[in-house]
């Protein structure tokens, strides 16, 4: 018996909050079924499988990711921007752990709406970037540096690998700037 109102936006919405709340590795078809009170079977209207469940989800949250990463840095230049955007991308993986955890990965060749949106978050942090004067491979390695900053530092704290008494957030703001610093003479 399907439900009034069921999409596969609901679906997927509804895939990351268990993402969030119980982690990635909870998200199943049974799962999210039982949550909508629908079996599983009828997701299939709406998800091609669990690959297609999460495909949606990983397409989802990397445009969420995009959305946040864009807020941030407009209006702002240089390493105000950078801070910016590695602000709003340790928000997001800290508020959306699950969301979060699919957007590291490339999209799967072929998945359009996946690309789509990494393509948009990418093009984010190219144009903060590009803004301090870097270009081609420079900009590239540039940008991967400072996804994988913020990416290890969000990792290690969402793991509790902090646990001395020493702030977080200046330690986050410090390293943030120092890249920022070494990007811009780059």
């Known amino acids: 018996m ?8 609901r679906v997927v919405e509804v895939a ?22 629908v079996r599983s079977p009828s997701l299939y209207n709406h998800v091609a499988g669990h690959d297609g469940l999460l495909r949606g989800l990983a397409a989802q949250s990397t445009r969420e990711l995009a959305t946040a990463l864009r807020r941030a ?23 959306h752990p699950g969301r979060y955890a699919t957007t590291v990965a490339a999209p799967a060749a072929g998945d359009a709406e996946h690309e789509q949106a990494a393509a ?18 420079d900009l590239i390695h ?7 900053a913020v990416h290890g530092f969000a990792a290690i704290e969402l793991a509790g690998g ?9 330690s986050f703001r410090r390293l943030v700037e120092a890249l920022a ?4 003479g780059s």
């Open 2 to 9: 399907a439900r009034r109102g069921l999409d596969r936006a």
């Open 16 to 37: 990351g909050e268990i993402a969030d709340a119980e982690g990635l590795e909870a998200v199943t078809l049974a799962r999210v079924a039982a949550a909508l009170g």
């Open 73 to 95: 840095a407009t209006g702002r230049a240089g390493t105000e921007a950078i801070v910016a955007l590695a602000d709003a991308q340790r928000a997001y993986a800290l508020d």
């Open 120 to 137: 948009e978050a990418v093009d984010v942090i190219t144009a903060v970037l590009g803004g301090s004067g870097l270009k081609g491979d």
């Open 142 to 148: 540039a940008a991967r540096a400072l996804r994988s």
């Open 162 to 170: 902090f646990a001395l008494a020493v702030d977080r957030d200046d």
């Open 181 to 184: 610093g070494g990007l811009a």
